[in-house]
């Protein structure tokens, strides 16, 4: 048995955007405001200036980790955050590089675009208390021309993304265009949010002003808010006059750089009173997205696979060869018996539908020695390699990933559930790397013995 071895609204291009409503922020970012301590708002082009006390917040937290055996990484990553934290509190908004330097950025490959001004080579975040600050670089000195600079603002934990932004490069002072999650125009605005085009383009966001631009049920975002410890940022260059986008940078995540230190792992969104361990069941890198369930189902989760912008798809994705979570290896994360499998749905052949009288998910399904029931589903069609009855032990193959069932796009949906309870439990996988970033070498991650599954972050296995 083989084993695993150790838009007129613009959009970005080549992606499947998740439409999930952007219910927006004021009490979501008065929470926020209550939690951590603010600094006064500085002007574009000052310096902050921080208490000598806060390091000390740092310094405290990592001796206390270490007393108490805390893994490696969670210690490091703490170190980061704190050194990341003490440089970019040096920001000016000048257009200028230098203040950027030390500051973690996500390199892109340089494509095809013939303009170096507006050739996006890499980018860089650093979310202080008041404010988020972006840095744009690009090949040639930034286009001052009729250009449009976008970034796409992932910063609570409810979708994909949360805000587009767009700042026109020239004309009567900056205008500042904002779209929901999906698509739609919320406002135009051009106080507060500072903005300068030299070296490099340098934008800082403050929290208050996206605060200001939420206007239904602010009060469901507020624990959203506080659940997600980073911000994810997707810059992208839009030609205004043509409406198609230049180039699309690398996206880039970071913990909150906050005075006082963020948890680096959301909070669950109830409590967990207990857990079913097991490995990580696939190769290479993937995306926790939260399940379509909730209430029984509340611990299951999609996984998919995403490029360096976050999409889940090259080309058009109107074929399911298309995605990059199509056709890879699934192996058992646990062992025991198969009690069931489905192997006969074909695939749906186009992604974003699903076809009336579509049938059941292929899928694998094990019970442990324990009492629980591993389901994992939407396999490709006829690719389960396993039997009902079969004996497994862990690691080893199962099938392969397709678009079967109720599904939308390739992908795995999977979760343990208690049979006694009929509910799902949440999920700890063994020995597995979680990241921010969907890129290699991201400085965030943290090779962990053990690790409680959450949403919206990269996991692969660590061997």
Known sequence: MTKRQKYSTPRRPGQILISISATLVIAAMALLL???????????????????SESAQYGALITRLREQGGQVDDIRVYELMRDVRELALGIRVDGKKADWEGIPRAESVIGNVVDGSTDIVASAIAPLDHALYIAIYTRDKPTQKSWSWYVQLDVTAVANFDFQIGIKSVGPGNRFRVYTSHGETVRDFIEDIDVSIDEIVEIRIPWTRLAQLATQKPQEYAAELERQPFVRVTPFVWANSESYSIDEGTTIASYKLFAT??????????????????????????????????????????????????????????????????????????S?????????????????????????????????????????????????????GQHIQVGDLLGYTGNSGQSYQPHIHHGVTNKQLDETVPLQYRNVIVSLNPWANDPWARRLSTWLVRERVFVEPWQ
């Open 34 to 52: 209550n939690v951590h301590k603010l600094y006064s708002q500085s002007v574009s082009g000052s310096r902050q200036t921080v208490p000598g």
């Open 261 to 334: 230190p963020v948890a680096l792992d959301s909070t669950p969104p109830k409590p967990v009173n207990s857990f079913f361990s097991m490995d990580f069941p696939f190769q290479g890198k993937w995306f926790v997205s939260p399940g379509p369930w909730r209430g029984a189902h509340e611990w299951a989760y999609d996984m998919h696979r995403r490029d360096n912008s976050m999409a889940t798809n090259f080309g058009s994705g109107k074929t399911p060869g298309e995605y990059y979570a199509w056709n890879q290896p699934v192996f058992s994360p646990v």
């Open 336 to 388: 025991g018996t198969v009690r069931r499998i489905v192997n006969d749905t074909p695939d749906i052949e186009t992604p974003g539908t699903i076809p009336p009288g579509q049938g059941t998910n292929n899928g694998v399904f094990i019970d442990s020695a324990d009492g629980y029931s591993i389901a994992l589903v939407h396999f490709k069609y006829q690719s389960v390699v396993v039997s009902a």
